[in-house]
């Protein structure tokens, strides 16, 4: 343990919906921040331009304010260490590059896309584990003067030792040793001169002061690069921390092509924000049964790090179902649960946009629930009888989801006119008139042939939702062409 003041962060890219594990992620340095009268930040990484949006950072941020997580220092509050979005950050990442570079630590490489893919190809192909093979690093001063000069494009990679090991604490695994051969010369600043990942991780991670690393296991490879790069730069690295990934009940990674991972998913669907973090946090908690309905300030009196679990933790949708049940009935008065279910029917104006779509569509008010009620149903129910009349084959459906659900998944901005356009785009690809494409749509999206407008629908619902749902119809018209039905 260090002892300067405790300083932890949570670091998310806007690059997608915001995943359940990064609020997995924030709890911990959030309860670790309580437990030692520390400061919980928040920093966005988005170094990645090219996925990267205003519309993906505002949902990381509303994700993690309506799971009740406050940070002291953000992009959004300001703090002593701003700013706190890396790409407004760019000018001050270069000198430590520069430092690398210039103490013989990093070197300039001009390696094409093409090449560096070839390369990789042939070393899969030859068993070995791809990884750069170090063109580059030979090139003479002059030579690379030159080719700067010359306007052609390059990145600066970091050296990596030839022999030995990096042995390192890790403050949930213990000791751990990773041979050099197996980590490769990483890239630190791109062509276009934003920092890699890496690179940037690190500078932040110093200039904010950060004193704890908590981050989830996939990163243990990658502490041998930034080791190297607080090494290079005569810095002191953070005490790093590798919490245990959350596994699917089989074991499997979590992750969206299996199950609803994004927070909004579970905002959207009623749970509870108390109950989310309940279940999350007794990943990182010791409890005996009939202990498990705490609180927030609960978990971090009961949050021990020191005693931490490497076997996974276990998403398991029935126990947060089960708690999110407690917490309705144990935790809210009357008046708090009329609040709550009136709030969450105002989601993403949810109720508003589907009164305004269904006014011309009803002749009592008795039509709404048929017409309108999927907007708040967890589960539609879908079975083979749902697409009986849809004139396209099991085979012709199987291919029309297959094509939207990934298409859907490039949208960038989430509205009725992207929607729209990549679903006309859809259905240009698969040579088919648009209403046989969202003919199906319009029963996996609301359980209904005859429903409010699809496009609209969509939007409403959000992305996570419509997500789930298409991936739910899709495994019913798959079982329905590979039964022959």
Request: hydrophobic content about 40%; glycine content about 8%.
């Amino acid at each position: 343990m260090t002892d300067r003041p405790v300083r932890v962060r949570i670091a998310p890219s806007p690059t997608g919906e915001p995943h359940i594990g990064t609020a997995y992620i924030a709890l911990f340095n959030y309860l670790f921040a309580k437990k030692h009268g520390g400061e919980f930040i928040l920093r966005i990484e988005d170094t990645d331009a090219t996925r990267s949006t205003p519309e993906f950072e505002t949902k990381v941020l509303d994700a993690l304010k309506w799971c009740g997580l406050e940070w002291s220092e953000g992009p959004d509050i300001g703090g002593p260490y701003g700013p706190y979005r890396q790409s407004d950050r760019k000018d001050l990442y270069l000198p430590y590059v520069e430092k690398i570079v210039e103490s013989g630590h990093g070197f300039r490489c001009f390696c094409t896309p093409e090449r560096l893919t070839e390369m990789r190809e042939a070393q899969r192909a030859a068993g070995k584990p791809p990884k750069y093979d170090g063109l580059c690093l030979t090139l003479s001063a002059e030579e690379v003067t030159n080719r700067m000069a010359a306007g052609e494009p390059t990145v600066v990679r970091m050296k990596i030792p030839t022999e030995g090991s990096c042995k390192f604490v890790d403050g949930v695994y213990g000791p751990v040793e990773i041979p050099w051969d197996a980590v490769d010369m990483q890239v630190l600043l791109k062509a276009d001169g934003m920092p890699t990942y890496h690179m940037a991780n690190v500078v932040d991670d110093h200039m904010m002061k950060i004193t704890h690393v908590a981050r989830g296991e996939e990163w243990l490879a990658s502490v041998p690069k930034h080791i190297l790069i607080y090494q290079y730069l005569g810095l002191e690295p953070p005490v790093f921390m590798h919490l245990s990934l959350m596994r699917n009940a089989d074991k499997s990674k979590l992750s969206k092509r299996k199950n609803p991972t994004s927070i909004s998913y579970y905002s959207a669907l009623g749970y509870l924000p108390e109950a989310v973090m309940n279940f999350l946090g007794l990943f990182f908690i010791q409890i005996a049964e009939g202990e498990e309905m705490l609180t927030m300030d609960q978990l971090a009196a009961k949050f021990d790090p020191e005693n931490l679990s490497k076997a996974g933790a276990i998403f398991d949708i029935q126990k947060l179902d089960w708690l999110n049940g407690r917490w309705l009935r144990e935790g809210l008065s009357e008046e708090e649960f009329r609040s709550r279910v009136l709030a969450w029917a105002m989601e993403n104006d949810r109720i508003n946009q589907g009164l305004k779509l269904s006014q011309s569509r009803i002749t009592k008010f008795g039509d709404l629930p048929d017409l309108a009620g999927f907007l708040f149903k967890s589960d539609l129910g879908l079975d083979a009888s749902s697409f009986a009349k849809v004139k396209s084959t099991p085979e012709e459906l199987v291919a029309i989801f297959n094509e939207v659900q990934p298409s859907l998944e490039k949208i960038l901005e989430w509205n009725v006119e992207s929607i729209e356009a990549e679903l006309r785009a859809v259905a240009d690809r698969l040579e088919k008139k648009l209403k046989v494409v969202v003919a199906p749509l319009f029963i996996a999206v609301s359980g209904s042939s005859r429903s409010l407008p699809l496009f609209d629908s969509m939007a409403i619902l959000g992305r996570s939702v419509v997500r789930q749902r298409l991936k739910v119809a899709g495994q019913v018209v798959a079982s329905m062409a590979g039964s022959g039905k």
